[in-house]
């Protein structure tokens, strides 16, 4: 069975400075895709990363990339340069890659950047 | 990246009724998927909604309470029928689409209360 752990429930950081979010998981899958999405106060759903476990490189999208430990089954992501805007729930997930496409989805970590 | 629009992005619903989430996407898709969001917790996946057939439910979702159709590969619809309090959630209309690799894109959400 498929799990994703995120441990921290909440963070801040400072404006401006870099920020750096857990997400554990678990597979029996060799073969597998590692999602991080925003979540602002409005409900909606902001693709931000992606991570196949076949990539060498780690997953880089402007101020996002994602810290890609294969071996210690860790996706971190890192937001450089905090904004205020950053403010949101962070959600971690996976897909195997069997021909359903389903996500499993971590519990969420809240960041507030403080200006 | 697919654009997707929900109808209603919210509403207030009373205990008893049923209300039906409208899903439209830009371009022609072929997997869509209904998430449910409830307060503070993460997503679940209700169902994946198959164009021409009926949807695959996910164990704890039932036909009769989320009836979901699927006429062509843009659109979809989700209810939430005889709703209680405990139905209050977001619920999110997903799609995998390309973008340098197949990916799961959201809508806006549809925030439900009801009362």
């Known amino acids: 069975a498929q799990k994703i752990t995120q441990t921290q429930p909440g963070m801040f950081v400072q404006e401006k400075e870099a920020v750096t979010l857990d997400c554990t998981y678990d597979?029996?899958?060799?073969?597998?895709?590692l999602f991080w999405y925003k979540q602002p106060s409005s409900g909606e759903m902001i693709f931000l990363i992606y991570q196949g476990s076949y990539d060498e490189q780690n997953a880089t999208e402007g101020r996002y990339s994602l810290n890609f430990q294969k071996a210690r089954k860790s996706a971190n992501l890192v937001i450089s340069a905090s904004q205020l805007g950053d403010s949101a729930m962070y959600f971690c997930?996976?897909?195997?890659?069997?021909?359903?496409?389903?996500?499993?989805f971590g519990s969420g970590t809240r960041l507030l950047v403080r200006p | 990246s697919a654009v997707i629009s929900q109808k209603p992005s919210r509403d207030i619903c009373q205990r008893g009724t049923s209300l039906t989430i409208q899903c439209q996407v830009d371009?022609?898709?072929?997997?869509m998927f209904w998430y449910r969001q409830q307060p503070g917790q993460s997503l679940t996946l209700i169902a994946t909604?198959?164009?021409?057939?009926?949807?695959?439910?996910e164990s704890g979702f039932v036909i009769d309470k989320f009836p979901i159709s699927r006429p062509n590969l843009t659109f979809s619809t989700l209810t939430v029928s005889n709703m209680s309090p405990e139905d209050s959630s977001i619920y999110l209309c997903?799609?995998?689409?390309?973008?340098?690799?197949?990916?799961?894109?959201f809508g806006e959400g549809s925030r439900l209360t009801v009362l």
């Open positions: 997903s799609v995998l689409a390309w973008d340098r690799g197949l990916k799961l894109f």
């Open positions: 909604a198959n164009q021409g057939s009926e949807a695959t439910y």
């Open positions: 997930a996976m897909r195997g890659m069997d021909s359903s496409y389903k996500l499993i």
């Open positions: 371009s022609q898709v072929t997997m």
């Open positions: 597979t029996s899958d060799q073969s597998y895709g």
